[in-house]
């Protein structure tokens, strides 16, 4: 397989050389997928439309454990955070939520606290962006 489909450029432009699937396929869905969105957002051309995704991930999120649709058991992050949340600028405050309701969060109102922590932060930058 060429590189665009096993690593695409929008996924492994992080300075640090870490590439997105490693922290994503350590994560739920809806979650991995508003982090791959942000991840990608300034490098594929469609920022807003790609944040506008991760927005629609996280309030699922929201939505299934509001529910109690979903389990969630912590999982291990085997990255150095500090290099992770680097280049992400604006969205850093985002990112760390959605990382901290992955790796750090005991239980599921810890978890809905945190990814509405992360949508605060992801509207209050689409509402800049317009």
Same mark, same amino acid.
């Given at each position: 397989?060429?590189?665009?489909?096993?690593?695409?450029?929008?996924?492994?432009?992080?300075?640090?050389?870490?590439?997105?699937?490693?922290?994503?396929?350590?994560?739920?869905?809806?979650?991995?997928?508003?982090?791959?969105?942000?991840? !990608?957002?300034?490098?594929?051309?469609?920022? !807003?439309?790609?944040?506008?995704?991760?927005?629609?991930?996280?309030?699922?999120?929201?939505?299934?454990?509001?529910?109690?649709?979903?389990?969630?058991?912590?999982?291990?992050?085997?990255?150095? !955070?500090?290099?992770?949340?680097?280049?992400?600028?604006?969205?850093?405050?985002?990112?760390?939520?959605?990382?901290?309701?992955?790796?750090?969060?005991?239980?599921?109102?810890?978890?809905?606290?945190?990814? !509405?922590?992360?949508?605060?932060?992801?509207?209050?930058?689409?509402?800049?962006?317009?």
């Amino acid at each position: 397989m060429s590189n665009a489909v096993e690593h695409p450029k929008h996924y492994n432009w992080h300075p640090a050389g870490i590439e997105a699937r490693l922290i994503l396929e350590r994560m739920t869905f809806n979650t991995g997928n508003a982090l791959k969105y942000i991840w !990608r957002a300034k490098h594929k051309g469609e920022e !807003r439309q790609d944040l506008e995704k991760a927005r629609n991930y996280i309030e699922r999120e929201i939505e299934l454990i509001e529910q109690g649709d979903i389990e969630f058991t912590k999982k291990s992050l085997k990255f150095d !955070r500090y290099s992770i949340y680097a280049p992400f600028g604006e969205m850093l405050v985002c990112v760390n939520d959605l990382l901290s309701c992955e790796f750090d969060c005991d239980g599921q109102e810890k978890r809905k606290y945190c990814l !509405r922590n992360a949508l605060s932060e992801l509207n209050r930058y689409l509402e800049a962006m317009q």
